[in-house]
């Protein structure tokens, strides 16, 4: 199969971007821009989202006991960038709380979900992470959506 011809079929299917953030052990704020975040459950709450397995971050966020998931609104695209850049210390350059159960919320996102653990499932080059979400919050700013492998 033709990898990069079936990433670009792939990229026909317009998604969110989001921040899915975590503290490391040291408990410095982490993140990393994601877009293969999806709900599975309603009842209980359940989302997912997934890793690469060769991430810089994968071990943290593997180890870690939950994380935030921000949804990126129209006018944060600087910060969807930032958070695909490699620079050390990304929560330096944004303005963030801490949740109820201590994962970075990006401020002025279009939505945030509060998540501890659930399970983790193996998924090729990638890891499967499923959360119980224990808290969310919206607004009605306009999302910033990743299609055809560009950020509108």
């Not at 293969?36 to 989302?47: A, E, G, K």
Request: charged share 20%.
């Amino acid at each position: 199969m033709d990898l990069k011809k079936f990433r670009n079929v792939l990229s026909k299917f317009a998604t969110g971007v989001t921040v899915v953030s975590t503290i490391d052990k040291k408990n410095n704020p982490i993140g990393m821009t994601v877009n293969s975040f999806s709900s599975v459950s309603l009842d209980p709450p359940l989302v997912l989202w997934s890793i690469g397995l060769k991430q810089p971050s994968y071990d943290i966020f593997i180890k870690a006991k939950g994380y935030s998931v921000n949804i990126l609104s129209k006018d944060q695209k600087d910060v969807c960038d930032l958070f695909s850049s490699p620079v050390d210390d990304k929560f330096k350059m944004v303005n963030y709380a801490i949740s109820d159960n201590g994962f970075p919320i990006i401020k002025n996102s279009l939505a945030w979900f509060d998540c501890i653990k659930w399970k983790y499932y193996p998924g090729g080059d990638h890891q499967i992470l499923v959360a119980e979400v224990k808290g969310f919050f919206s607004n009605e700013n306009d999302p910033l959506i990743f299609w055809n492998s560009s950020i509108t």
